[in-house]
Structure formats: C-alpha cells, structure tokens
C-alpha cells in the first residue's frame, strides 16, 4: 500500500531518506544530470522564503520512501502557478507511484486555487520514461534548452588562447566579484537581473515577470549565499552604465557541479564580444574560488544561436535536453470522502437531492484552505455521520471530473476517496438535520452489496455498487485507482 504524504523537512533522517529516493530518482540514467544538494535543499524547507513555498511529498510504503516530490508555488507573484518535480528510483517504477505523487499535486494544485502546473526534464536520449510520464499527464513542452558541460579546472590554453582572439574591450569596464553584491553596485545589478528575466526566451511558459529592487536581491542573494558562492561579472561603460553580467554558482558543500547560471548583454551593447569578455574574467575567477567541481553546467536556448556559438568556443558539449513543460489543469474543487464498511460488510451512504433527482454517494465533503486530505475526512465525517477516531485509513480512489453544476464557481470536482472499515454505529453526524438539507444531504443509509446492485437509482461514482465489489473482494489497490465520473 502506497501512501502520499508531506515529509518534516525538520525530521533529518526522514529527510535524508526522502532525498535519497529523490535524488536516485533524478539522475537514473543520465550522465550529467544536476540535481540540488541536500545540503541546500534542506536548508530552503527548514527556512522558507517568504516569496516561495518548497514542500517536500513522499510516496511511503510501510514506512519507506519509495519515491519523492519536490511541489513549490510563489506566494507574491505567479500566484496561479506551481511547479512539480516527480522522481521516481529506478526500482520502483512503473508501479503507479509516480501518478500518486501526481495525484498529490492535482489535489493540492486545486486546494490552492491554481491551474497552471510546470515541470522541467533533463532528456538525454528517445525514448525517455519521464518524457513519457509527462505527455500521459497531458503536459505540453513549451521551451527546449541544450544542457552543456565542460570539464573542471578549466583548460588554461584555451582560456589564453580566447582572450588573444577576443581582441581588447574597448569602452567598457568589468567588474568582479565572490559572494553578495557590493552595495554600490546593487541598483544596477538588480536592474540587469529584471533585464535578464525580461529578455530571457521561455517559449511558451506562463510567467509574471516582477521587477527586481535592491531589498529583494539583497534578501535572495542572502538566502543563496548560505550554500553557494556566487561569482559574478558585471560590464558597465566607461560612463557608468550597466552593460551585462554573468553569473556562476559554486555549491559551498562538498560537490562536483559548477552551474554557470545568467548570461546578459544588454541589447544596445551587443555585438563588442561583451559576453565572452564577461566568461573570460568570470573564468579567471572560477580558478580561484574553485574546490571540488570537476564539472561547469549551463544552458541555453536551442534557438539562441549566438550563445551556442559561444558556448562552442569555450568548449561545452551538449550532454542533454533541458525541457520546460507546462499543464492547465480545470479549476477544481477538491474534496476527501469515505467508503465506510462495518464489520458485516455492509456500507453507508448519503443521499443527496438535487434538481434532477435524488443521487447516492459516500459521505466526505470539500476540503477547507490550509487542510489535508486526512484532516478535511476527519472533519466532514464527524459532521456529517459521527464517525471518529479512526486511523489515517487507506487512500483506494482518486477521481477528476470535469463537469458544470457539481460545484458552484468551479469546472468541477476531484473526489478522493479513503476505506473506513468500522464497528456498525448509527450515524449521528454534528450537523443537524436542517444544516444537512441546506447542503442538499438527506438521508444517511446502511447498504449491503446486494441492496446496492439492485438499485435502480443513481450513484456518485456512476458505478458504485462494481467498485465497490471490486474493492471488498480484492482489497485496496496499491495505489489509488483512478476513476472515471
Ligand atoms: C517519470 C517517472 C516519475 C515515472 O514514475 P513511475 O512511478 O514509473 O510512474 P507510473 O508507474 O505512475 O507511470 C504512469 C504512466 O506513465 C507512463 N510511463 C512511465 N514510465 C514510462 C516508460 N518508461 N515508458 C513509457 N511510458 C511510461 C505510462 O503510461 C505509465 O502507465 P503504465 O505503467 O500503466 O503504462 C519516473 O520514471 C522518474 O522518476 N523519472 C525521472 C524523473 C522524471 O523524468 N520525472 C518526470 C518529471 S516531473
């Protein structure tokens, strides 16, 4: 029995375990395959930004993270948008573990009110199993990098011998620097990071570019200072102008990736050789402040020919895709509901009422913000039927269904519903009888099997009565079973 659920970032050896199957996960199969550090991944969930929320999600079976989640939304911009980064250890795959990690954030997605989910993969050859996992989810690939490598230290000659062709930089100074940026450059450096975020190609992904200040470059740079050394290049004119920059990051734990991150010029400053001025000296510096990389990243667009060509001339080799993928998703209404069995198998059901006719369905309701799964179950089942303290039951369906006229104000809902196995008890719910019809409840019924085969009426799921056949006769799938309306 799989089970999905939010890791404590704060329970380290909980954490360690979730990021070892997270990480197995990512680089299966890929040789340059660059996956955050734990070091610093564990710092970021232990101390959240204010402007992001990173939330870790782990598929546990008896206790042991078989696969991981990396789920995370911006809380001040792009605030329809989260991104999700499924991995899955070679050894269990192609299990459903994966899509019940998705599940987890079609859920959440919709609990939060967003519609737009975003992934990225690193594919370094066809076929490729997430490439596969992404476009069965519906995702759409909406911008392709080349991710490039080249080997560390740096190849002295070739360094010398791209100054001596580069020629002299003529009306321009460069200025470098380790760390946080200096105060006195901080206005210009926070206006070339808007730059870059508006220039940048992206296909097309959705993104709300938010100007960058020198508060918030000063609190991010703070942030990433703790587990990178940023080494950064800035042109300006001889005037004083800002020009460019580019920036690279070494891990400060023990590690083997350097990833050269922004490369800008300007537009009305290109064409002087300013890019390759700025990697040049960002080199030099790099020499210096290097430790254990054996290895520099960067990526580039597949239609940015210019950089491609530079990228060439500083020795990268493309080692893989980088893909930038994006799914809408119906705005949904998330709700957790209970199949509830006593111990002579019979189940309880509620009746609703509506314009169109009486519907029987399982009791279980729509999630209030800020609650899981679990925690709504818990509280509509005490409203609604009494039912309570029982243990974290088994998660057995999961179902989308886009449709008007089931949820006010939403394309539809997502149902997913929890096995309850329970002593027979009559139920008294805490909601009184009126409260229930003014939510369109009213009747609550023990059924056997049988009872429910031979009803002519209607059911939600439409077919009820087979599933739940199915799920008494063979137990509770592994993972939740995803259901049609
Ligand atoms: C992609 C990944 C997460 C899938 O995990 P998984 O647990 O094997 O996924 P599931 O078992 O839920 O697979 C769901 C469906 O995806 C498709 N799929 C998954 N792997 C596939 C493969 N190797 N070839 C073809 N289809 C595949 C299938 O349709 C599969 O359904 P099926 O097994 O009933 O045919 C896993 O391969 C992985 O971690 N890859 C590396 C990281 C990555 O690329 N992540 C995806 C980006 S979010």
Redesign the pocket.
Known sequence: MILVREIDPADLALFDEWYDAFRA??V?GREAALVVGREALGYSLRNPSPLKQRIAVGAFEDDRVL?GMLFEYRLTDNLDTVE??????LA?????????L?QWAVTRSAQLGRTIVQ????VPSE????????E?LGFGVEHVEEHLVVPLPYDDLRLEELQSGVGRLDGYQLISWAGVCPPEHQQAYADLHTAMDLDVPTGGMTREVVPWTVDKLEASEARIDRNYLALVTMAHTDAGEPAGYTLLYLPRADAEHAQQDDTLVLREHRGHHLGTHLKLANLEQLAKHRTTQRFLHTWTALSNAPMRKVNARFGFRAVEEHRELELRLPHLRPAARAVIVDEEERILLVRFEFADGPLWATPGGGLEAGETLIEGLRRELVEEVGLEGFPDPQHVWHQEVVADGHAEGFDGVINDYFLIRTPHFTPAGAMTPTELRAENLHAIQWWTLSELESHEGRFAPRNLPTLIRELLESGPPS?PTQLGL
């Open positions: 996960g990512a299966a696969g999700a980064e499924i991995d899955v250890p269990h795959r192609r299990r459903g573990i994966g899509t019940a998705w992934t990225e993969l690193g076929p490729w199993p997430g490439a596969a996992f992404a069965r993972t």
